[in-house]
């Protein structure tokens, strides 16, 4: 079984929708990340979490919310979505040195 | 600001030697990595430099100087399935614990 796995895979929705993106994992790690990714443009982070009770805006954090429901889950909401949020999100986890970071399958997200 | 350089293209032949350079300006420095991707799929770790110098994990080897904000990942013996993006990553300040900001990815083709 994958360690990072992230819901739904893919998904297709109207502007003005709200949307949630979740992800889990069974590593046993506190740190988990939110990253979208366009073309050309690299991962950029949205939002991340240090423990169950911590969280941090990251570059890119207008227009979404999070949150950790436990130390395994992590969701990423998108209140009111709009098309320049069509991107491919990825979830990320770390242990507390955070050298390598683990990455889900990503959720192609598409807003018509 | 923060700004990371790398190639947006590199090809090469199979069984040869490559370089990607990644070049950072970051407000805070801990470490360089290296992130594999291929065709959208999850990010992969591949290496970390923490310090200057070289690190070798089989035919992949990563280098780092930090008095030049320079650093670059070396493939040897291509082979097809090496055909990907490859991303470096600043980690900033330690005590964020593993908080990463992406360059913009090199795609590496490989050519029989």
């Known amino acids: 079984d994958a360690d990072v796995t992230q819901t739904p895979r893919n998904r297709i929705t109207k502007t003005g929708k709200r949307i949630m993106l979740e992800c889990s994992q069974t590593?046993?790690?506190?740190?988990m990340y939110w990253y979208r990714q366009d073309p050309g443009l690299g991962l950029r982070l949205i939002y991340y979490s240090f423990d169950v009770k911590d969280i941090n805006k990251g570059e890119i954090s207008d227009g979404y919310s999070v949150s950790r429901q436990a130390q395994a889950k992590f969701s990423l909401s998108l209140e009111s979505a709009i098309p320049n949020q069509t991107a491919l999100y990825f979830c990320?986890?770390?242990?507390?040195?955070?050298?390598?970071?683990?990455f889900g399958p990503g959720t192609r997200l598409t807003v018509l | 600001g923060q700004s990371l350089e790398q190639p947006s293209e590199v090809t090469a032949v199979e069984g040869a030697i490559v370089q990607i350079n990644c070049t950072y300006q970051t407000s805070g420095f801990y470490g360089l990595s290296w992130y594999q991707q291929h065709d959208g799929g999850a990010p992969t770790f591949l290496s970390y430099?923490?310090?200057?110098g070289l690190e070798e994990t089989g035919r992949f080897s990563s280098f780092l100087s930090r008095s030049d904000s320079y650093g670059y990942l070396l493939l040897q013996e291509l082979q097809m399935k090496d055909s990907a993006s490859y991303f470096c990553?600043?980690?900033?300040?330690?005590?964020?614990?593993?908080?990463?900001?992406f360059g913009q990815g090199t795609e590496l083709s490989v050519k029989p």
């Open positions: 430099n923490g310090l200057d």
């Open positions: 590593k046993g790690h506190d740190r």
């Open positions: 990320a986890t770390s242990d507390q040195q955070g050298r390598e970071q683990f």
């Open positions: 990553a600043v980690r900033e300040v330690y005590n964020q614990g593993g908080k990463l900001i």
